[in-house]
């Protein structure tokens, strides 16, 4: 992964450089979707500590510089026991990572039932075996990570969905995360969750 996510400008190459930006867009939807599923395991822990960061000039590339650090100070046993206590816990962990819990206060609520809708009208489907809840935060990066791939020219889309299934709540989630007892290795995945939101929030807003 790229040390910045870089954001196209007008060039000769500018459809090059917007497919380049739409992978690294969707890439760290897909990192922090991985992290906020499972724990991460050995494979994935090594690459994480020994990423390619350039420099660390920006908030989201001083947020990776981080989640380096982090991942040479931690073993994935020890990381393993974080999650749980984080997000499993004895019948519940200290955050609840859902869409419906930080719009409402409970889960399986409205936010869920539009998430659903929407996810349909763009030919979703929901997979056999999958007992989570699709307002699951590492759910709701998958699915922005499939959009930014599948349409890279199609902002309003990414906008849309964005601003309705997750701008709206990550923020919060990421910031609970960052501040929660239990949180070491996941400090500094809140803080990358943090630093991407904002740089979204500004490219979907045309403001980078």
Do not use: N
Not at 38 to 67: K, N, T, Y
Not at 87 to 109: D, I, Q
Not at 168 to 177: N, Y
Request: with cysteine; hydrophobic share 45%; glycine share 6%.
């Amino acid at each position: 992964m790229s040390a910045e996510v870089q954001y196209a400008t007008e060039s000769p190459d500018t459809h090059t450089l917007a497919l380049s930006e739409a992978r690294a867009r969707a890439d760290t939807y897909s990192l922090l979707a991985a992290l906020l599923r499972a724990p991460p395991g050995p494979e994935l822990l090594h690459r994480l500590s020994v990423l390619e960061i350039a420099d660390a000039a920006d908030d989201f590339s001083r947020a990776l510089v981080s989640l380096q650090l982090a991942a040479r100070q931690v073993t994935a046993a020890e990381i393993d026991d974080e999650f749980h206590t984080l997000f499993v816990g004895l019948g519940r962990g200290e955050l609840v990572p859902y869409a419906s819990w930080y719009l409402t206060g409970f889960l399986m609520e409205q936010p869920l039932g539009e998430l659903r809708r929407d996810l349909a009208m763009l030919g979703f489907d929901r997979q056999e075996g999958v007992c989570e809840p699709e307002d699951h935060i590492a759910a709701v990066c998958e699915v922005l990570a499939m959009l930014v791939l599948d349409g890279p020219d199609d902002v309003d889309t990414h906008r849309g969905f964005f601003d309705k299934h997750f701008g709206c709540w990550a923020g919060r989630f990421f910031t609970d995360l960052e501040a929660a007892d239990s949180a070491v290795f996941y400090r500094a995945v809140a803080g990358l969750g943090s630093a991407f939101t904002e740089l979204e929030q500004r490219y979907l807003t045309q403001e980078v």
